[in-house]
Protein backbone atom coordinates (compact mmCIF):
# COMPACT_ATOMS: atom_id res chain seq x y z
CA UNK A 1 0.00 0.00 0.00
CA UNK A 2 3.21 2.31 -0.33
CA UNK A 3 3.72 2.65 3.51
CA UNK A 4 6.91 1.41 5.54
CA UNK A 5 9.08 3.09 2.41
CA UNK A 6 12.71 1.80 3.48
CA UNK A 7 15.76 3.43 1.59
CA UNK A 8 18.33 0.36 0.81
CA UNK A 9 21.73 3.12 0.72
CA UNK A 10 21.99 6.58 1.39
CA UNK A 11 23.27 9.15 -1.19
CA UNK A 12 25.99 9.51 1.40
CA UNK A 13 26.76 5.60 1.59
CA UNK A 14 26.29 5.95 -2.49
CA UNK A 15 28.90 7.81 -2.77
CA UNK A 16 30.92 5.71 -0.73
CA UNK A 17 30.71 2.82 -2.18
CA UNK A 18 30.84 3.91 -6.23
CA UNK A 19 33.32 6.95 -5.64
CA UNK A 20 34.04 8.23 -9.11
CA UNK A 21 31.14 6.50 -10.59
CA UNK A 22 28.58 7.75 -8.72
CA UNK A 23 25.88 9.70 -10.41
CA UNK A 24 22.47 10.83 -8.93
CA UNK A 25 21.32 8.95 -11.98
CA UNK A 26 22.37 5.55 -10.14
CA UNK A 27 20.00 2.51 -10.87
CA UNK A 28 19.47 -0.59 -8.50
CA UNK A 29 18.32 -3.93 -9.75
CA UNK A 30 17.90 -7.80 -8.91
CA UNK A 31 17.65 -10.61 -10.97
CA UNK A 32 18.40 -14.08 -10.03
CA UNK A 33 19.32 -12.77 -6.36
CA UNK A 34 22.11 -10.78 -7.88
CA UNK A 35 22.18 -7.10 -6.88
CA UNK A 36 23.38 -4.54 -9.47
CA UNK A 37 24.29 -1.03 -9.14
CA UNK A 38 24.82 1.03 -12.61
CA UNK A 39 25.25 4.61 -13.11
CA UNK A 40 25.99 6.68 -16.98
CA UNK A 41 29.30 5.08 -17.07
CA UNK A 42 29.72 2.19 -14.90
CA UNK A 43 27.70 -1.55 -14.42
CA UNK A 44 28.47 -2.72 -10.89
CA UNK A 45 28.11 -5.93 -9.55
CA UNK A 46 27.43 -6.47 -5.70
CA UNK A 47 27.73 -8.54 -2.96
CA UNK A 48 24.32 -9.07 -0.41
CA UNK A 49 26.92 -6.64 1.83
CA UNK A 50 26.70 -3.69 -0.62
CA UNK A 51 30.19 -4.38 -1.75
CA UNK A 52 31.18 -3.95 -5.00
CA UNK A 53 32.54 -7.21 -6.57
CA UNK A 54 33.38 -5.89 -10.07
CA UNK A 55 32.80 -3.20 -11.93
CA UNK A 56 32.41 -3.11 -16.11
CA UNK A 57 32.69 0.35 -18.21
CA UNK A 58 29.39 0.90 -19.94
CA UNK A 59 29.89 4.61 -21.34
CA UNK A 60 27.75 4.98 -24.27
CA UNK A 61 26.09 2.00 -23.64
CA UNK A 62 21.95 1.15 -22.15
CA UNK A 63 20.79 -2.35 -20.04
CA UNK A 64 18.31 -3.76 -22.18
CA UNK A 65 17.81 -7.26 -20.15
CA UNK A 66 19.34 -10.17 -17.97
CA UNK A 67 19.83 -13.72 -20.21
CA UNK A 68 16.80 -16.23 -18.47
CA UNK A 69 19.58 -17.95 -16.22
CA UNK A 70 21.66 -14.88 -15.31
CA UNK A 71 24.59 -15.23 -16.04
CA UNK A 72 24.45 -12.42 -18.38
CA UNK A 73 23.51 -8.54 -18.74
CA UNK A 74 22.95 -7.38 -21.92
CA UNK A 75 24.06 -4.13 -22.65
CA UNK A 76 23.52 -2.33 -26.39
CA UNK A 77 25.71 0.30 -27.25
CA UNK A 78 25.49 3.92 -29.01
CA UNK A 79 26.90 2.36 -32.45
CA UNK A 80 24.33 -0.55 -32.55
CA UNK A 81 26.69 -3.46 -30.89
CA UNK A 82 25.74 -5.64 -28.40
CA UNK A 83 27.78 -6.09 -24.70
CA UNK A 84 27.23 -9.50 -23.06
CA UNK A 85 28.98 -8.80 -19.62
CA UNK A 86 29.34 -11.88 -17.34
CA UNK A 87 28.20 -11.57 -14.43
CA UNK A 88 30.69 -14.23 -12.84
CA UNK A 89 33.55 -12.67 -14.19
CA UNK A 90 35.40 -12.47 -17.54
CA UNK A 91 35.57 -10.20 -20.45
CA UNK A 92 32.44 -8.72 -22.02
CA UNK A 93 31.30 -10.43 -25.72
CA UNK A 94 30.80 -7.65 -28.20
CA UNK A 95 28.81 -8.39 -30.90
CA UNK A 96 27.61 -5.91 -34.08
CA UNK A 97 24.15 -6.31 -34.76
CA UNK A 98 23.17 -2.80 -35.85
CA UNK A 99 20.78 -2.26 -33.34
CA UNK A 100 18.76 1.14 -32.58
CA UNK A 101 18.07 0.28 -28.85
CA UNK A 102 14.40 0.56 -28.53
CA UNK A 103 13.23 -2.74 -28.03
CA UNK A 104 15.83 -5.69 -27.15
CA UNK A 105 15.25 -9.13 -25.03
CA UNK A 106 16.49 -12.37 -24.46
CA UNK A 107 14.46 -15.18 -26.28
CA UNK A 108 13.03 -17.63 -23.38
CA UNK A 109 16.29 -20.28 -23.56
CA UNK A 110 18.74 -17.64 -23.93
CA UNK A 111 20.02 -18.55 -27.21
CA UNK A 112 18.81 -15.77 -29.35
CA UNK A 113 18.36 -11.71 -28.87
CA UNK A 114 15.35 -9.96 -30.20
CA UNK A 115 15.94 -6.53 -31.16
CA UNK A 116 14.91 -3.64 -33.75
CA UNK A 117 16.85 -1.82 -36.69
CA UNK A 118 15.25 0.92 -38.85
CA UNK A 119 13.98 3.12 -35.59
CA UNK A 120 12.07 0.36 -34.23
CA UNK A 121 10.40 -0.61 -37.61
CA UNK A 122 12.04 -4.08 -38.57
CA UNK A 123 12.66 -6.54 -35.98
CA UNK A 124 15.60 -9.27 -35.81
CA UNK A 125 16.73 -11.81 -34.10
CA UNK A 126 20.84 -13.49 -33.53
CA UNK A 127 22.15 -15.86 -32.05
CA UNK A 128 24.29 -14.61 -29.13
CA UNK A 129 27.73 -15.69 -30.42
CA UNK A 130 26.67 -13.09 -33.21
CA UNK A 131 25.82 -15.72 -36.10
CA UNK A 132 22.66 -15.97 -37.95
CA UNK A 133 21.11 -12.47 -37.67
CA UNK A 134 18.00 -12.24 -39.44
CA UNK A 135 15.45 -10.50 -40.06
CA UNK A 136 11.55 -11.72 -39.18
CA UNK A 137 8.93 -11.24 -41.76
CA UNK A 138 5.46 -12.13 -40.28
CA UNK A 139 4.24 -13.34 -43.01
CA UNK A 140 1.45 -15.64 -41.37
CA UNK A 141 0.80 -12.58 -39.66
CA UNK A 142 -1.95 -11.26 -42.61
CA UNK A 143 -5.00 -12.49 -40.95
CA UNK A 144 -4.74 -10.23 -38.26
CA UNK A 145 -5.75 -6.34 -38.46
CA UNK A 146 -4.93 -3.99 -35.97
CA UNK A 147 -6.97 -1.03 -35.27
CA UNK A 148 -9.90 -2.91 -37.47
CA UNK A 149 -12.61 -1.72 -35.41
CA UNK A 150 -12.22 2.17 -35.38
CA UNK A 151 -11.18 5.24 -37.17
CA UNK A 152 -7.30 6.15 -37.67
CA UNK A 153 -5.75 8.96 -37.67
CA UNK A 154 -2.58 9.48 -39.59
CA UNK A 155 -0.08 8.20 -37.24
CA UNK A 156 -1.54 5.00 -37.29
CA UNK A 157 -2.17 4.96 -41.28
CA UNK A 158 1.24 4.74 -41.84
CA UNK A 159 1.95 1.89 -40.03
CA UNK A 160 -0.95 -0.13 -39.93
CA UNK A 161 -0.09 -2.83 -42.40
CA UNK A 162 3.35 -3.14 -41.29
CA UNK A 163 3.38 -6.06 -39.06
CA UNK A 164 5.96 -5.39 -35.89
CA UNK A 165 6.39 -6.17 -32.88
CA UNK A 166 5.95 -3.36 -30.35
CA UNK A 167 6.89 -5.10 -26.92
CA UNK A 168 7.86 -8.18 -26.42
CA UNK A 169 8.00 -10.74 -22.73
CA UNK A 170 8.97 -13.93 -21.85
CA UNK A 171 6.95 -16.05 -19.11
CA UNK A 172 8.39 -16.25 -15.96
CA UNK A 173 8.83 -20.15 -16.44
CA UNK A 174 10.38 -19.36 -20.15
CA UNK A 175 7.50 -21.70 -21.64
CA UNK A 176 5.83 -18.27 -23.76
CA UNK A 177 6.35 -15.09 -24.85
CA UNK A 178 3.89 -12.18 -24.78
CA UNK A 179 3.90 -9.90 -27.35
CA UNK A 180 2.01 -6.99 -29.28
CA UNK A 181 1.41 -5.10 -32.73
CA UNK A 182 -0.45 -2.15 -32.32
CA UNK A 183 -3.65 -2.86 -30.14
CA UNK A 184 -2.98 -6.66 -30.70
CA UNK A 185 -1.86 -8.94 -27.77
CA UNK A 186 -0.56 -12.04 -28.56
CA UNK A 187 1.08 -15.19 -26.89
CA UNK A 188 3.52 -17.63 -28.52
CA UNK A 189 5.98 -21.24 -27.97
CA UNK A 190 8.84 -20.12 -26.53
CA UNK A 191 10.24 -22.83 -29.26
CA UNK A 192 9.05 -20.62 -32.10
CA UNK A 193 11.76 -17.96 -32.59
CA UNK A 194 10.63 -16.82 -35.17
CA UNK A 195 7.23 -15.60 -34.00
CA UNK A 196 5.54 -17.26 -36.84
CA UNK A 197 2.58 -18.77 -35.40
CA UNK A 198 1.22 -16.49 -32.74
CA UNK A 199 -2.04 -17.31 -30.73
CA UNK A 200 -4.55 -14.22 -30.89
CA UNK A 201 -5.71 -13.28 -27.25
CA UNK A 202 -6.83 -10.06 -26.99
CA UNK A 203 -7.42 -6.11 -28.47
CA UNK A 204 -6.77 -3.73 -26.22
CA UNK A 205 -9.24 -1.14 -24.47
CA UNK A 206 -8.96 1.49 -26.51
CA UNK A 207 -11.27 5.05 -26.79
CA UNK A 208 -13.70 4.39 -29.25
CA UNK A 209 -15.59 7.67 -29.41
CA UNK A 210 -13.53 10.16 -31.15
CA UNK A 211 -13.19 10.39 -34.83
CA UNK A 212 -9.61 11.79 -34.64
CA UNK A 213 -8.41 8.78 -32.13
CA UNK A 214 -4.73 7.46 -33.29
CA UNK A 215 -5.60 4.36 -32.01
CA UNK A 216 -4.43 2.46 -28.40
CA UNK A 217 -0.97 2.55 -29.00
CA UNK A 218 1.70 0.96 -26.49
CA UNK A 219 3.80 3.18 -24.10
CA UNK A 220 7.18 4.18 -25.42
CA UNK A 221 9.14 2.01 -23.10
CA UNK A 222 10.21 -0.98 -23.80
CA UNK A 223 9.23 -3.18 -21.23
CA UNK A 224 5.55 -2.59 -21.98
CA UNK A 225 4.52 -6.41 -21.14
CA UNK A 226 4.50 -7.73 -17.75
CA UNK A 227 3.49 -11.48 -16.72
CA UNK A 228 2.15 -12.06 -13.61
CA UNK A 229 4.35 -15.08 -11.46
CA UNK A 230 1.35 -17.59 -11.86
CA UNK A 231 2.09 -17.06 -15.86
CA UNK A 232 -1.71 -16.95 -16.51
CA UNK A 233 -1.57 -13.27 -17.11
CA UNK A 234 0.13 -10.25 -18.14
CA UNK A 235 -0.13 -6.57 -17.16
CA UNK A 236 0.08 -4.21 -20.17
CA UNK A 237 0.88 -0.45 -20.48
CA UNK A 238 -1.59 1.05 -22.95
CA UNK A 239 -0.90 4.77 -24.37
CA UNK A 240 -4.34 5.90 -25.86
CA UNK A 241 -3.65 9.20 -27.70
CA UNK A 242 -6.16 11.56 -29.70
CA UNK A 243 -4.95 13.99 -32.23
CA UNK A 244 -6.71 17.70 -30.64
CA UNK A 245 -7.87 20.05 -33.52
CA UNK A 246 -4.88 21.84 -32.95
CA UNK A 247 -2.65 19.17 -34.08
CA UNK A 248 -1.18 18.26 -30.77
CA UNK A 249 -1.46 14.56 -29.42
CA UNK A 250 -3.89 14.31 -26.07
CA UNK A 251 -2.95 10.87 -24.41
CA UNK A 252 -4.19 8.56 -21.51
CA UNK A 253 -2.18 6.08 -19.84
CA UNK A 254 -3.76 2.69 -18.40
CA UNK A 255 -2.05 -0.68 -17.25
CA UNK A 256 -4.53 -3.38 -18.32
CA UNK A 257 -4.66 -6.90 -16.82
CA UNK A 258 -5.98 -9.92 -19.27
CA UNK A 259 -6.16 -13.39 -18.82
CA UNK A 260 -4.26 -14.81 -21.27
CA UNK A 261 -6.22 -18.15 -21.18
CA UNK A 262 -9.23 -16.60 -22.85
CA UNK A 263 -8.23 -12.65 -23.23
CA UNK A 264 -10.47 -11.84 -20.82
CA UNK A 265 -9.67 -8.20 -19.81
CA UNK A 266 -9.52 -8.36 -15.68
CA UNK A 267 -8.71 -4.95 -14.70
CA UNK A 268 -7.60 -1.20 -16.51
CA UNK A 269 -5.98 1.21 -14.08
CA UNK A 270 -5.07 4.79 -15.36
CA UNK A 271 -2.09 5.96 -14.64
CA UNK A 272 -0.35 9.50 -15.22
CA UNK A 273 2.63 10.48 -17.06
CA UNK A 274 4.81 10.89 -13.89
CA UNK A 275 4.02 7.08 -13.11
CA UNK A 276 4.25 6.10 -16.44
CA UNK A 277 7.84 3.86 -15.42
CA UNK A 278 6.25 0.53 -14.39
CA UNK A 279 8.22 -1.98 -13.01
Known amino acids: DGSDLTPLLSRTELQELL ?34 IRTFDIQNMNFVDFSPDGSQALFVASNGQFHFIPVEGGEPIVVSAGADGFDTHFSADGTKVYYTRGQGREKWNINVDGSDSRRLTFDSWSAFTPHADKPLGVGVLSVRWSPRVDAFAVSPDHSRVAF ?99 C
Open 19 to 52: GDTYDRGVVYLEDNGQHYLYTSDAFHIVADDWQV
Open 180 to 278: SWGDLLFVGDADDMDLADPQFVARLPQRSDDELAESAMWSYYAESIYWSADNEHVAVVVRDCVLTTDGNESCEMSVATVRVADGTLVSQIPITQASSWV
